[in-house]
């Protein structure tokens, strides 16, 4: 018995490591390639979030100018920077915008100084509006240092692009929070309402501190 088996085995085709190799690399770059396209999909569409709510926001009525990807100092850190997703100037205020990509559920919380922030279920409870506070905080101080006068009113917005967020009842109510959602117009419509809301009270600006914002930016 242990030579019929022995003599069925040694009738078995050898498998050819040089073609199990090519096989196992062609499977290899293969699936690379598709988690690539995933992961640059992925990436992507965060990214033109960003864009579309800068391409609204440059049509809003009252802009007067709107930068991209703007970094500002982290008054947090000795070391490193903050990036603004988009700065729009009117001259009423500046708006510093954060764009969230965020799908799902949407909640608030109580951050340290026991202000209303917001962060996503499931993921860590970062602050997102206090940390963009700030930045308007450290905006302030730059025009000061540089002009010795103020930059004026600027203001924090997060802009959820998400079409399938889920805002909680108090997110959907904070001025601070936009969520933009439906086809362009709907979008562009919720944007510009959310701004003038803002801008609501707040008169032209005398002194123009406009000028002085953009050379900074520059």
Request: charged share 35%; net charge positive; glycine share 6%.
């Amino acid at each position: 018995n242990r030579r019929v088996i022995k003599y069925q085995r040694s009738l078995l085709p050898v498998a050819n490591p040089i073609s199990v190799a090519r096989r196992r690399i062609r499977w290899f770059n293969q699936t690379m390639k598709k988690r690539s396209r995933e992961f640059e999909r992925w990436q992507r569409l965060p990214w033109d979030a960003e864009k579309q709510v800068s391409g609204i926001a440059r049509d809003y009525r009252l802009m007067h100018s709107t930068f991209d990807n703007i970094r500002i100092p982290n008054p947090d850190k000795k070391i490193g920077r903050g990036e603004v997703d988009v700065v729009l100037l009117t001259d009423r205020a500046t708006i510093l915008i954060e764009v969230k990509h965020w799908k799902g559920r949407v909640h608030s919380f109580k951050d340290g100084n026991d202000e209303l922030d917001i962060y996503q279920e499931g993921k860590e409870m970062k602050p997102v509006i206090s940390k963009l506070r700030k930045k308007c905080d450290m905006l302030n101080r730059m025009s000061v240092s540089r002009f010795s006068k103020s930059a004026g009113e600027v203001i924090p917005l997060v802009v959820l692009t998400h079409g399938k967020a889920d805002l909680e009842d108090q997110v959907s109510r904070m001025p601070s929070v936009c969520w933009i959602r439906g086809s362009r117009k709907q979008r562009e419509t919720r944007l510009h309402n959310a701004l003038d809301t803002l801008l609501k009270g707040l008169d032209k600006d005398k002194e123009s501190h406009t000028p002085g914002v953009i050379s900074m930016i520059e």
